[in-house]
């Protein structure tokens, strides 16, 4: 059985959490958080700590804090040569401190705190320093889910940004076109089956073989009529920028 110690209890740790209750092959001995009561429906409050100097031994321990936050914490583990990683898509290896071994164990989802997700279908990116380390890291990868990666630093930097255009930027698009929706009296929900096709779509084609729409057609009349539609200037730029990258897109292809 493996002993993980997580540090950390904001929506990525509270998911690994649970992912990992549900594995007989994993314990988690402690987790450290500066507010005990966010983590104590998920495990015994006598395995809870805000105390950098009570931490747990265990095989492994798995920062899962802001990306701001890991150098700073991992400077604070009180001891030297255990396995230390953290779970962040943007911050390198080399941001934790030397005093212990370092990985990346990476879980490329969206999370968020109440929506349970299934982590069999989860990508997790894993690193590490040394052989022996990364393959106690694919072991408890392979234990909660079915797509596990060998990403180094800079690979993972690169599916971040990926992941900030493909999710983060995508939803905030949905939130503009919920936003005209409702100034125009017209339910959101109308929208729906687009959307999921349109996510359905990309499992078969590549995103350049699914793009339709006015600027793939070129359709000017349309393009115009939007802009002229629109009143939020913000909106109309985006919409303007966006254009213009589906049209560049399209002569580099």
């Known amino acids: 059985m493996i002993q993980i110690t997580l540090i950390g209890s904001g929506n990525v740790a509270q998911h690994l959490l649970l992912a990992f209750n549900k594995n007989p092959d994993i314990e988690v001995v402690q987790v450290f958080s500066r507010k005990l009561e966010s983590v104590s429906h998920l495990i015994s409050i006598d395995k809870i700590t805000d105390r950098f100097d009570d931490l747990a031994e265990a095989d492994i321990y798995i920062i899962a804090v802001t990306d701001d936050a890991i150098v700073e914490v991992s400077s604070q583990l009180p001891f030297k040569n255990r396995?230390?990683?953290?779970?962040?898509?943007?911050?390198?290896?080399?941001?934790?401190?030397?005093?212990?071994?370092?990985?990346?164990?990476?879980?490329?989802?969206?999370?968020?705190?109440?929506?349970?997700?299934?982590?069999?279908?989860?990508?997790?990116?894993?690193?590490?320093?040394?052989?022996?380390?990364?393959?106690?890291?694919?072991?408890?990868?392979?234990?909660?889910?079915?797509?596990?990666?060998?990403?180094?630093?800079?690979?993972?930097?690169?599916?971040?940004?990926?992941?900030?255009?493909?999710?983060?930027?995508?939803?905030h698009l949905y939130a503009i076109g919920n936003a005209i929706c409702d100034e125009n009296q017209v339910p959101f929900e109308i929208l729906q089956p687009l959307i999921k096709e349109t996510a359905d779509k990309i499992m078969s084609l590549s995103p350049n073989e699914a793009q339709t729409g006015p600027a793939k057609r070129n359709d000017k009349t349309t393009i115009e009529s939007h802009l002229n539609f629109l009143s939020d200037e913000n909106h109309k730029n985006i919409y303007k920028l966006l254009t213009q990258s589906i049209q560049d897109n399209g002569k580099k292809l």
């Open 83 to 171: 396995l230390v990683v953290h779970t962040s898509g943007s911050a390198s290896m080399e941001n934790l401190n030397d005093n212990n071994r370092k990985g990346v164990f990476y879980p490329l989802q969206t999370f968020t705190k109440g929506k349970e997700v299934d982590f069999k279908t989860i990508p997790i990116c894993i690193e590490s320093q040394f052989n022996d380390d990364y393959n106690i890291l694919k072991k408890v990868a392979d234990s909660i889910s079915d797509k596990v990666f060998m990403i180094n630093s800079e690979q993972r930097k690169s599916l971040h940004v990926s992941a900030v255009f493909v999710n983060n930027f995508v939803n």
